[in-house]
């Protein structure tokens, strides 16, 4: 359990950072958001990546306190780049299970936002299809007071969960993030390029945009590209980087 204490210090020395990764409109070519994705900065094991310490977080319940970090300094940097006039776009951030079994989430999101005054437009949630499987209704019910803040939110990693329809016809989310491992596979496998094909059609016909993870080559944007996927997320555009790096981007508007 060492780790775990040293994520307790690591909150409370404030040892967490935030990296970025561009989200692109595939017709335009140019940034409409980013994802942030914490790492930890310990000054004993240095950069550790979310995979080494979110499930041991999630574990001992210090994943709704980081998740309480990550949306504040989400909306922290917004009102900072705001400020200095930055051209900004949405940031998308990662939810887990337990923050959303909190009936209270709501509430953490409208004052995090009042607090930095930062319009909730400015501001996504990026949901797994699992974390409303404990209990879906009340799920369905947080989805909804969540969008009535006025903020956007998607379904992460889709097609590897559950992929219950019956609920996802009932989320109020505005877009899909194709999972990677269907990204990954999208030129040389044609029952990946199938699926993918199919999810894009799925999420139009129901109203929402359709994001790709995972997006390393050439090949993969223009079968995306051909399919009719509205954004796209991956190394062939952009690893996830710092925030000043971030901030140059975004300066550039690509
Ligand atoms: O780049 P990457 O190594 O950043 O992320 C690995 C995993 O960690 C991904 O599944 C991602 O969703 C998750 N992750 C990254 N940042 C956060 C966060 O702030 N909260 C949660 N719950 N998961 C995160
Ligand atoms: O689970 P989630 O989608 O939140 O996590 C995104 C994860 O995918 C992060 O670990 C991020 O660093 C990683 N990632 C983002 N783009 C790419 C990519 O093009 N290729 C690979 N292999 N991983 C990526
Ligand atoms: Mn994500
Ligand atoms: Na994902």
């Not at 979310?50 to 989400?74: C, D, H, R, T, Y």
Request: proline content about 5%; overall charge negative.
């Amino acid at each position: 359990m060492a780790l775990e204490q040293g994520l307790h210090r690591a909150l409370q020395r404030d040892e967490f950072v935030l990296h970025f990764q561009p989200q692109v409109d595939l017709r335009s070519g140019r940034i409409v958001g980013m994802e942030a994705l914490v790492r930890w900065q310990s000054p004993e094991l240095g950069l550790v990546p979310p995979m080494q310490f979110i499930p041991v977080a999630e574990e001992s319940n210090l994943i709704n306190a980081i998740g309480q970090w990550v949306l504040n300094k989400a909306c922290a940097t917004l009102r900072g780049w705001l400020d200095a006039g930055v051209p900004v776009v949405p940031i998308a951030v990662n939810v887990a299970a337990s923050q959303f079994s909190d009936q209270e989430m709501d509430e953490l999101v409208r004052s995090t936002l009042e607090r930095h005054r930062v319009a909730p437009e400015l501001l996504e949630l990026e949901l797994t299809e699992s974390l409303s499987m404990v209990d879906p209704e009340a799920s369905i019910a947080l989805m909804h007071r969540l969008k009535a803040t006025g903020i956007g939110m998607s379904i992460d990693d889709f097609g590897t969960g559950y992929s219950n329809l019956s609920y996802l016809k009932r989320f109020p989310v505005d877009k899909l993030k194709i999972d990677q491992s269907f990204t990954r596979g999208l030129t040389s496998n044609p029952e990946d390029r199938s699926i993918v094909t199919a999810v894009i059609r799925m999420a139009h016909s129901l109203g929402l945009r359709a994001i790709a993870e995972g997006v390393e080559t050439d090949g993969q944007l223009r079968l995306l590209a051909a399919e009719g996927c509205d954004e796209i997320q991956g190394y062939y555009f952009s690893r996830p980087v710092p925030e000043q790096a971030m901030l140059a981007m975004l300066e550039r508007g690509m």
